[in-house]
C-alpha cells in the first residue's frame, strides 16, 4: 500500500498554505510565534514535526483558547 508523501508547504490541520519558510534565508514566521502545544498535539501523529501548522489555525486555536 502506497502512502501519500507530506507536502512541506501544506498545514497538517486544514490543508492550507502554510506560508513555511523553513528553507528561506530567513526564520520561518512560526519561530516568532508560539505554538500551542495543545495544537500541536492535534496534528496527526504521520505529519509531527514534517510540516508547519499555518498562521489561520494558530490564530483560530488562540482564539478559541481565550473564549473559554
Known amino acids: 500500500m502506497a502512502t501519500n508523501p507530506i507536502d512541506e508547504n501544506q498545514c497538517p490541520l486544514c490543508g492550507g498554505n502554510n506560508h513555511c519558510g523553513a528553507h528561506a534565508d530567513t ?3 512560526c519561530c516568532s510565534v508560539g505554538i500551542p502545544q495543545g495544537l500541536r498535539d492535534l496534528v496527526p501523529a504521520e505529519k509531527q514535526m514534517k510540516a508547519c501548522i499555518c498562521p489561520q489555525c494558530v ?3 488562540q ?3 481565550q473564549q473559554q
Request: aromatic content about 22%; overall charge positive.
Open 27 to 29: 526564520p520561518c514566521w
Open 59 to 61: 490564530a483560530k486555536f
Open 63 to 65: 482564539q478559541s483558547q
